[in-house]
Structures are given as structure tokens and as C-alpha cells.
């Protein structure tokens, strides 16, 4: 039954030598290392994008509130709170924070426009969500052209949100 025929063929296409028997769970115990810290680094980048998008329309919500209340005859604008309802509009087409304080602060011949909020981890990692929770303060400071603002300043404005520290 054995013929020369079948040796050379078995001598031509030599056997793909085979994994010891420790290697089986070998690709398991290298998911199980790396996988969370996969998961955390992807945590990390959803984190500070999330809260960096959240800075940046604080900062341009605070920017287009003040520039609308320098022009607010032509805005429409009437009254502090109609202010500080435009710019936490701004802001909130932008970001998904949700406990946000609008101030206004006119202090002639500028006018300051400021805006806090906490900002939050959306996945609660301990070590993303302390590197990205905190407190975010922005203000805007414009000058007022003409006969000024038909508008006073807000109620209990903080002392941070002075025109004084942004034109020095």
C-alpha cells in the first residue's frame, strides 16, 4: 500500500510544524491585558472631545452674546435677560452642558459678558473623568460704540467677570 510515489509527495510538502500546547489561551490573556487599556484610552478621546467642544461654545456662545448686545438696537434686544436668554441660546446649540450661568456686566464704556458651567465626564472613567470635570468660566469684553446699551448689568454678577481684567 505504501508506494514510492506518496514518500516524495509527503517529502515535497513538508508538514506547517505545530504550536506548543501551552499557546492556546495565549491570545485570551493578551486581549484580557490590552483590551481595557484600549477602552480607556478610547474613553479618554470621547472625554476631551466632548469637553473641549463644550469650551469652545462657551467661548463663541459669550463672544456672539456681547456682540449682539453692543448692536442690541439692531439685535433687538431690550433688556438684560432677553441678553443673557440670546447667549444661553448660543451656547446651547453648541454644547451639552446644562447647568450654565449667563451674567452681564456693563461697565462703561464696555460691556462684559460671562458664562460658567460645570463640565462632566460622559464615560466616568475615575482617571478621564478627573483629568476632564470641572468648572468653566468664559467672558467677553466689548467696547460700546454710540449711545450705549439700553441695559443694565446683571443681578449678583461675580467679581470675576469684570471688564477691568480682560482691557488691562
Not at 470621547?46 to 439685535?75: C, K, M, S, W, Y
Not at 458664562?115 to 483629568?131: K, M, N
Not at 467677553?140 to 467677570?161: H, K, L, Q, R
Request: proline content about 5%; hydrophobic content about 45%.
Amino acid at each position: 500500500m505504501f508506494s514510492p510515489c506518496m514518500a516524495r509527495r509527503r517529502r515535497a510538502h513538508p508538514r506547517i510544524p505545530r504550536r506548543g500546547r501551552g499557546d492556546d489561551g495565549a491570545v485570551l490573556v493578551e486581549a484580557a491585558l490590552i483590551l481595557p487599556v484600549l477602552f480607556l484610552v478610547v474613553a479618554g478621546i470621547l472625554d476631551f472631545g466632548v469637553a473641549l467642544n463644550d469650551r469652545n461654545a462657551i467661548r463663541h456662545g459669550v463672544r456672539e452674546g456681547a456682540r449682539q448686545g453692543v448692536v442690541a438696537e439692531g439685535a433687538g434686544i431690550a433688556t438684560t435677560d432677553e441678553l443673557e436668554a440670546l447667549t444661553r441660546d448660543r451656547i446651547g446649540e453648541l454644547t451639552t452642558v446644562d447647568d450654565l450661568e449667563v451674567y452681564v456686566r456693563v461697565a462703561d464704556p464696555y460691556l462684559v459678558v460671562c458664562a460658567e458651567a460645570q463640565v462632566e465626564s460622559l464615560t466616568g472613567f475615575p482617571v478621564v473623568a478627573d483629568a476632564v470635570e470641572g468648572e468653566v468660566r468664559d467672558k467677553a469684553v466689548m467696547f460700546i460704540e454710540g449711545d450705549g446699551v439700553p441695559f443694565g448689568s446683571s443681578p449678583g454678577t461675580p467679581a470675576w467677570c469684570d471688564a477691568q481684567e480682560a482691557t488691562a
